[in-house]
């Protein structure tokens, strides 16, 4: 079992983003993790793969554990070993090699396997078959969030980590990636699954966590969450296409800009 | 016509090596996006090593061991101190790269001493013709040396698992590493390939007129190289170093002939000129791409 225990983050020494988060992620499970936009939930994921040290925030307090050993003192390297995979936001493909390079690097840590992993990958996405060669920059939104996932899947995690996969996505692909969550699942692998898309989400998880500014406010099975007046409110919305649309558009003004400064 | 033609094969010959270290500082500069001025110094470094160890061990093994150890020194520069400047100012790492070049410049020199040391290698000056073109030996040495390393280079990017980690890392450092990439060991690579290069590149160098204490100049010619085929292209580093090979050999053949009143100096200068017009034709060097901003 991978478990947050009253973890503090704090970025630059000085802003505090995550004020005590608790959480668990049972072996088997699909947990979902709810949360509007700055809530803290990519930065939660990057405490757990040891990926806050490049963005220079650092855990204050609190632990992350695997199995009942802290892990927070770990490298990314480490990490992946320990078999926990995040699949960053924005699927952040590596556009100017191939599908089969992108794969590759996924097996980084699991050489051995590669081959016979890459042939799974392409059972599991028949998209990406016969675009082997092809530079990954020129695939598709979708394809690219597949390659992601795949190139995770590549080193055989037991914990996979999604940051937003259906970010930006059409209505049917957000379906497609949805089912493929659950497909990955039934394979053996536990999910982490950050969305904003809380209709998707929480319609394939067992348990989902809401943050809001660093806190963790709710922490239900998936059909209490989805059931309960607040979250109908906030995140389903009315009428659930128009305000997810909103949504989005308002976070990518905002990550343009974070990107710019 | 032949004269044309054996000042061009003296100039690849030549650019092959610049392409050696414009290739090193290019892997540096893509793994880490530090620019490494101490490349003159390890080259220095691997050249006068060579010529401690030709007399013992014969000058091909004496190159083998040169090499290793050149780039095991500059991965040891890279850890020891580059690696705990990670994260300040860019400008700040090359600046402290200028201090290692300085500081290891003087401790090699001390081992060359007045004299002109010798790298004894086998091809010296004398020429071979074919066709009535003559060439010379080292100059045909040098551009087939580069040729297998560039080759080796190519392929370890291709198709080894590190080589495909330097190249992720490369693109997207934060990716890499939540792929389990081991970022460190992708800087100290990179480090110590262009550390070899340069030892190899020190070696054809100094096949010239020997080593003195002047010869890390010529490690400079990398600059224009690097700037004409654009910073992060390897393809542009071996077609950049290639270009102030030729350009440097033709206007040393030619100019005196065409444009005396340049002085008699010119085809030193002649690659800046080069770069400066590649520069206003396209700013990011011949194959270099304006960075693409990812939304
Ligand atoms: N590198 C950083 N330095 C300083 N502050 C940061 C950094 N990264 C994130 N933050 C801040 O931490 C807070 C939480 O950010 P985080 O990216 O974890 O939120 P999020 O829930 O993933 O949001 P989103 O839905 O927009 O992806 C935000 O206020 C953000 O501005
Ligand atoms: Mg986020």
């Known amino acids: 079992m991978l478990a947050v225990r009253n973890l503090e983050v704090v970025y630059n020494d000085v802003i505090l983003v995550l004020r005590g988060v608790s959480l668990d992620v049972a072996d088997g499970q699909i947990v979902a993790l709810l949360g509007a936009n700055g809530a803290g939930k990519t930065t939660l994921l990057r405490a757990i793969t040891g990926l806050l040290d490049i963005h220079d925030g650092e855990i204050t307090k609190g632990s992350v554990t695997l199995d009942g050993e802290p892990i927070h003192q770990h490298g990314p390297t480490k990490i992946v070993n320990l078999g926990i995979k995040q699949v960053l936001e924005g699927r952040r493909i590596f556009s100017e090699l191939t599908v089969d390079e992108n794969l590759r690097v996924g097996a980084h840590t699991n050489p051995r396997n590669a081959r016979q992993n890459i042939d799974r990958i392409y059972d599991l996405f028949p998209s990406l078959r016969g675009r082997e060669r092809a530079t990954a920059g020129y695939l598709s939104g979708g394809e690219q969030q597949m390659l992601a996932m795949g190139r995770a899947m590549m080193s055989e995690p037991r914990y996979l980590l999604l940051d937003e996969p259906s970010l930006g996505l059409a209505p049917l692909l957000v379906q497609q990636i949805r089912d493929l969550i659950v497909e990955i699942n039934k394979q053996g692998t536990t999910v982490l699954l950050v969305e904003q898309n809380a209709t998707m989400a929480l319609s394939i998880a067992e348990h989902g966590y809401v943050l809001e500014t660093g806190k963790v406010v709710m922490d239900s099975p998936a059909e209490e969450l989805l059931a309960d007046s607040d979250i109908r409110e906030f995140y389903l919305g009315l009428g659930a296409e128009g305000t997810t649309k909103s949504f989005r558009d308002v976070k990518h003004y905002k990550r343009r800009k974070r990107w710019l400064s | ?295």
């Open chain 2, 1 to 295: 016509m032949t004269e044309l033609i054996s000042s061009l094969l003296r100039g690849v010959g030549t650019g092959s090596v610049y392409a050696l270290l414009a290739l090193g500082f290019v892997i540096i500069y893509k793994s880490t996006r530090v620019i490494n001025f101490a490349q003159p110094a390890l080259m220095l470094a691997g050249a006068v090593l060579v010529s401690y160890l030709v007399g013992p061990l014969g000058f091909f093994v004496a190159v083998a061991v040169a090499v290793a150890a050149t780039a095991m020194l500059a991965l040891g520069l890279e850890r020891s101190v580059v690696r705990p400047m990670i994260g300040k100012p860019v400008f700040i790492i090359a600046i402290i790269t200028i201090g290692i070049d300085i500081a290891l410049r003087n401790v090699v020199n001390g081992f060359i001493g007045t004299d002109v040391r010798q790298v004894g290698s086998p091809w010296g000056l004398q020429s071979v013709r074919f066709a009535g073109v003559s060439v010379q030996e080292r100059h045909i040495a040098m551009l087939l040396t580069a040729l297998v390393i560039i080759t080796v280079l190519f392929l370890f990017f291709k198709y080894s698992r590190l080589g495909l980690a330097m190249r992720a890392t490369a693109f997207d450092q934060e990716t890499a590493l939540s792929q389990g990439v081991s970022v460190s060991t992708v800087f100290a690579l990179s480090w110590a390939i262009a550390g070899g290069m340069a030892a190899v590149a020190g070696v054809f160098v100094a096949s010239n007129a020997g080593i003195d204490q002047q010869i890390w100049i010529v490690a400079l010619k990398a600059l224009p190289a690097i700037i004409i085929g654009g910073l992060e292209s390897l393809e542009g580093a071996i077609v950049g170093g290639i270009t102030v090979g030729v350009v440097e050999s033709l206007v040393a053949t030619y100019q005196s002939d065409f444009a005396p009143w340049l002085g008699s100096n010119f085809s030193v200068v002649s690659p800046y000129v080069v770069m400066l017009i590649v520069l206003m034709v396209r700013p990011y060097g011949l194959f270099g791409t304006k960075e693409v901003q990812r939304v």
